[in-house]
């Protein structure tokens, strides 16, 4: 193992974070600029082995070789490890400039419910409400200092004559 990745691997360990990928390297490995390159198209890029072999032009079972040495494999880790810790914080911030330099008003807009949202913001919601009023009527109220009297008078209104006089003559 060289002195590259003993730092690499005892930095992390005492700090309890990964390094961010850039400053992790397959340099000084003593491997070939093919071999880096595959490597590097694995970790970043997720490649298959096989896949990276084929992209390089390397014989697959020569860097499946290369791959399974463990000063290799601590290093790869390492690179996958610090992009999975980081890939929260970069999508955060991935969004916070796309919703700062979008063209699109509809982009920005939801980006910046999305910002909100992880911030702890809730987002504005449309609200409808509704509103149920009752009326009361009491009734009419008259002010009139005297009543009025609508008996009939004693002996003689025209109704209660006929009345009578019908009466007498069905006798």
């Known amino acids: 193992m060289t002195d590259n990745t003993q730092h690499l691997t005892s930095t ?19 491997l070939h600029p093919q071999t880096i390159r595959a490597l590097e198209a694995m970790a970043y890029e997720g490649l298959s082995l096989h896949l990276a072999a084929k992209k390089e032009n390397i014989r ?13 494999r601590r290093v790869y880790n390492q690179i996958v490890k610090a992009i999975k810790d980081n890939a929260a914080t ?16 509809h982009v920005r807009a939801d980006l910046n419910k999305w910002i909100a949202g992880v911030d702890g913001i809730a987002a504005v ?8 009023h009752t009326h009361a009527f009491g009734g009419f109220e008259y002010d009139e200092p005297e009543a009025v009297d609508i008996t009939p008078e004693e002996g003689g209104s025209d109704i209660q004559s006929l009345a009578d006089s019908e009466q007498a003559t069905d006798e």
Not at 12 to 30: K, R, S, V, W
Not at 94 to 99: P, S, T
Not at 125 to 132: T, W, Y
């Open 60 to 72: 697959p079972d020569n860097f499946t070789r290369a791959f399974n040495r463990p000063e290799v």
């Open 12 to 30: 992390t360990e005492e700090e309890g974070a990964a390094l961010p990928p850039a400053q992790i390297t397959f340099e000084g490995l003593n």
């Open 90 to 105: 970069q999508a955060y911030v991935r969004n916070v400039n796309l919703a700062q330099s979008s063209n699109s008003d």
């Open 125 to 132: 919601k449309r609200v409808e409400g509704k509103m149920h």
